[in-house]
């Protein structure tokens, strides 16, 4: 089963608000990824993050990994309707493989 | 611009049928991933390969499933007998070994009547 709590489960906001969403786990990741996933398309990476405490910006996208190495969050900053999606954590364990847990998934709508 | 393809985009089938899934990762990615999403469970990792060699297969009902690398620029994923509990998105993913990015194709819609 599933080991990562990610939230909310779906936002919907106005056309240039702020969006924030995280993953939390009972456990440790070396690793925290970052998707989006259009319908009908497979999962595109945002942002990778490899250090705890990173702090990562891909233009309106900004990641962080948690100090605890159990969390991460991701905002989005002025929204666009082009954000809409499901975004989705993964989490890595490097234990001899690579051990990747999702979280089940934030959907957005953003209405313009 | 490098991607992974993957084919069939989608199958339709009928329960007991032998379906085969087929995907090219990037060339230079070291490593590839089997995942298969529906709705109920989400992205669940089947499988795991780095170098071609099986490294975690333990997501993947051993029965029925089966998971290989002939070569680097092939991986491919076999259900037999296919059941309708299996229709679901299957993807794959590559990466570089230096580093634990993943990246995913467009997946293949599967559907077992």
């Known amino acids: 089963g599933q080991q990562l709590n990610q939230s909310p489960q779906s936002m919907f906001i106005q056309e240039g608000e702020d969006v924030s969403m995280n993953c939390t786990s009972s456990?440790?990741?070396?690793?925290w990824l970052w998707y989006k996933q259009d319908p009908g398309e497979g999962p595109v990476l945002l942002i990778a993050?490899?250090?705890?405490?990173e702090l990562t910006s891909n233009g309106r996208l900004t990641a962080q990994f948690g100090i605890t190495r159990k969390d991460s969050f991701l905002n989005i900053s002025a929204s666009i309707p082009s954000d809409v999606g499901i975004y989705f954590c993964?989490?890595?364990?490097?234990?001899?493989?690579?051990?990747?847990?999702f979280g089940a998934g934030t959907r957005l709508f953003v209405k313009a | 611009d490098a991607r992974v393809t993957q084919t069939p985009r989608h199958k339709v089938t009928e329960m007991g049928q032998e379906v085969t899934m087929r995907c090219q990762p990037i060339?230079?990615?070291?490593?590839v991933f089997w995942y298969r999403q529906t709705m109920m469970q989400g992205l669940e990792l089947l499988a795991y390969?780095?170098?071609?060699?099986?490294?975690?297969d333990s997501g993947m009902p051993k029965d029925r499933f089966s998971a290989e690398m002939p070569d680097a620029t092939l991986a491919t994923l076999k259900i037999q007998p296919s059941e309708p509990r299996d229709s679901a998105v299957y993807f794959c993913?590559?990466?570089?070994?230096?580093?634990?990015?993943?990246?995913f194709g467009p997946g293949t819609r599967l559907l077992v009547l």
């Open positions: 993913a590559s990466g570089p070994r230096q580093q634990e990015t993943q990246y």
């Open positions: 456990s440790i990741f070396n690793t």
């Open positions: 993050l490899y250090k705890a405490g």
């Open positions: 993964a989490g890595l364990r490097n234990t001899g493989g690579f051990k990747t847990i």
């Open positions: 060339l230079g990615h070291n490593t």
């Open positions: 390969f780095r170098n071609r060699a099986p490294l975690d």
